[in-house]
């Protein structure tokens, strides 16, 4: 849908996007733990990224009602991306780091914040009246700054998790690699929330372009 969008699902809330190169072999108890989160957490990278590529996906001369839909189901998505993501870490147990206990909870406690807000967007997208195009692009414009607001938490939530050692191991991991979105274009260049490719968008819309296109077309 848009460019803040996109970089909100981009800009750290994927944690894999932020972790890169291999390092030495690490404890025992952190690989263990590194590899208990990443295989948890793998199927929950791969929705966030699925959503990330509907959104892209959704041109922003689509119609009002198309992009909802799409909006709608990629921060559904994203929420219940972020409340997994927050139960692997606590399964996962307490991480072998300095103030081990305090980064899983502070973790937990982020990852679970920032699902509560995209909850509360997918609630505004779908207040929103399709079948008036002024209104609609205005209330893509409130999602956008909301969304702004949101940036942040989802830039932290995992940030403690990635730094050092465990960062490391985590990085090593199959299922804390960066995923392929299964999410196809469509030949529009639009895609539905039930559209499924791996080619990344060249492009993409911000809300305000989004909307303005709305509220032209």
Known sequence: MNKKLAAALSGGAV?????????????????????????????????????HQIIISTAAD???AEIQAADSQAFKDIADADRA????????GVPPIENGEKVQKDVIAELN??????DGLKKQVDALDPT?????????KDVADGLTKIEKMDQNALAN??????????AK??????????????????????AGATATPTTSASPKAKATASAES
């Open 132 to 140: 008036n195009q002024q209104k609609f692009a205005e209330g893509l």
């Open 62 to 64: 689509s119609r009002p």
């Open 85 to 92: 993501l927050a139960k692997a870490v606590e399964t996962a």
């Open 113 to 118: 914040a920032t699902a509560v807000a995209y």
């Open 161 to 170: 998790l990635e730094n050092g050692e465990l960062g490391q191991a985590m």
């Open 15 to 51: 944690l894999v996007l932020v972790l890169s190169g291999c390092s030495e072999d690490e404890g025992d108890k952190v690989n263990d733990w590194a590899k208990s989160f990443c295989d948890q957490a793998k199927p929950q990278i791969q929705k966030r990224a699925d959503a």
């Open 173 to 194: 991991q199959p299922g804390c690699q960066k995923p392929t979105p299964s999410v196809p274009k469509t030949p529009t260049g639009s895609a539905s929330p039930k």
